[in-house]
């Protein structure tokens, strides 16, 4: 009776243990794709500062040049110096325009894929109501807002089947975008909730949680693609003292970000 007893005990273990070791491993690939996207974003930050230091640094060589061209010209003649210092200040010039030319298309590329992808969604999401779903862009990034009302019962975090058939039409261009990053955000209102979840915060991320399943396990999204992340009440777009403010912020964001390999590698020349 007793090595049944510990046998028992061992069958009722084991799985947790198994679920706590994948428990695990989930949270540290979500801490390291966050960590890529923040990084993403600072190489964005980065970009668009080089770009501005390239065009002062284009103005102070072209200012360069003609001041020792005028020297020239009054001098009636030119030093080998001044011939030195005039071909090097034409041949840094070239180097920062020719380096700025390739910033600003990159940025012009990652502009134009954002704003493709927009276009994609907007048109595979556009039997949906607007008061339910938005598409827009903000920070080279698009995002699809989806409502409560269209994702979830009150208070659950199970998806309702309009909300499956609405992400089934993202993941749809999510899966012929295979470059694009895709970051899910739950936010709740200020009202705390009751019942299964122990805080907003606990819905929220449960809520995130739960798009996830619906793309990667119905609908074959690449789970390496996605973050997801609870937000609770303190992101709110809107009041939480009125009821309509409220519903605005009980919503899901999902955030697309295209890659931009090409300007990390420039950048980091």
Known sequence: MKNFLIMIAAILI???????????????????LRA?????????????????TAQSNIESLNRKIRGLSSQNVALG??????QDQLSQSQKDLRNQQQRLQQLQHLLAQQKEASTQLKNKMSEALKGFNSNDLTVYQKDGKVYVSLSENLLFPSGSAVVNPKGVDALSKLAAV?????????????HT???????????NWDLSTARANSIVRVLVNNYKVDPQRVISSGHSYYDPVATNATS???AKNRRTDIILSPKLEEMYKLLNQ
């Open 36 to 52: 890529d996207s923040a990084k993403m974003q600072n190489k964005i930050a980065l970009l668009e500062n080089q770009i501005s």
């Open 244 to 246: 309509d403010g409220r």
């Open 174 to 186: 999510l899966n012929l975008n295979n470059d694009v990053s895709v970051d899910i955000e739950g």
């Open 14 to 32: 084991i799985p947790g243990c198994v679920a706590r070791r994948y428990l695990t491993q989930s949270e540290n690939t979500v801490a390291s």
């Open 77 to 82: 003649q030119q030093s080998t110096e001044q």
């Open 189 to 199: 209102d200020s009202i705390p909730i009751r019942g299964k979840y122990q805080d």
